[in-house]
């Protein structure tokens, strides 16, 4: 069976500082992990060494959100997924909104960096979500699911144990606004038929799929009820600790 996984995405926000704090305060304030789920923090870059420091031997992962599609090189600014491999991380993000928006990254390059994620060793939690005039045309599924195939291409993660995918619909990240827990399950489907005819019904099974878009303590729970939702890629919710450990728990039942 899938581990449902909850993961929070904090953007560019704090400094090592207030992150150091955080960390102690989350595994405080949460107790033992326990092994019916998992957490993950994925901070920005400077933020890596600490998180690993810091969650040494905790049971919360911790990951980056983005990688270069190089290994290495010359590439002035960019970060090798071996890099962040080496400190301990298990994930990184590829293909997030913001960067396909903002760094007008295509699925191709998403594919390029899904693929270094995988050498390197890293899980990808690959991003795929439409916009909301593409959901008002009624074509969310098939935008997403194209989307989903063109930023796998090449992409051989072996073992569905490494591949994540996260569905987050642009209109819901940082407005409020969530999917309803029966159209984010619809897309998990989707998303998981996808993957079956890309790489076979047994490997789509264990690949988790998980939601993002608002996700709160309120809300998380009717989400997670969709069989085909598998956990979370929380934005702003994960910059608090009361709420990410509310999260958490609802995550793992407890
Ligand atoms: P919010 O939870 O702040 O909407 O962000 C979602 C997101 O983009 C996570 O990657």
């Not at 990951?63 to 080496?86: I, R």
């Not at 913001?98 to 594919?111: G, H, P, Q």
């Not at 439409?130 to 051989?156: C, K, M, T, W, Y």
């Not at 690949?207 to 969709?226: M, W």
Request: with cysteine; net charge negative; proline share 6%.
């Amino acid at each position: 069976m899938r581990t449902p996984l909850v993961a929070g995405n904090w953007k560019m926000h704090k400094t090592p500082s207030e992150a150091r704090v955080w960390f102690n305060e989350f595994l405080d304030e949460l107790g033992p992990v326990p092994s019916e789920a998992e957490i993950a923090i994925l901070p920005s870059f400077p933020l890596l060494p600490l998180a690993a420091e810091e969650l040494a031997g905790s049971g919360v992962a911790f990951g980056a959100q983005d990688v270069s599609a190089h290994d290495w090189g010359a590439f002035t600014g960019e970060v090798s997924a071996y890099q962040v491999a080496d400190l301990g991380a298990k994930y990184a993000i590829v293909g997030h909104s913001e960067r396909r928006k903002y760094w007008r990254e295509d699925s191709a390059l998403v594919a390029e960096k899904a693929k270094r994620a995988l050498e390197a060793g890293l899980v990808p939690i690959l991003c795929v979500g439409e916009e909301l005039e593409v959901r008002e045309r009624g074509e969310a599924i098939p935008f997403v699911v194209n989307q989903l195939l063109d930023s796998l291409a090449g992409v051989e993660p072996g073992d569905p144990a490494r591949l994540v995918i996260a569905y987050e619909p642009v209109w819901a990240i940082g407005t409020g606004k969530t999917a309803t827990p029966g159209d984010a399950e619809v897309m998990a489907e989707a998303i998981r038929s996808a993957l079956a005819t890309r790489y076979g019904e047994g490997f789509a099974e264990g690949v988790r799929v998980l939601y993002g878009g608002s996700i709160k303590p309120e809300n998380f729970a009717q989400i997670l009820a969709g069989p085909n939702v598998d956990g979370g890629l929380v934005g702003g919710a994960s910059l608090e600790v009361a709420s990410f450990v509310a999260l958490s728990r609802l995550a793992v039942g407890l």
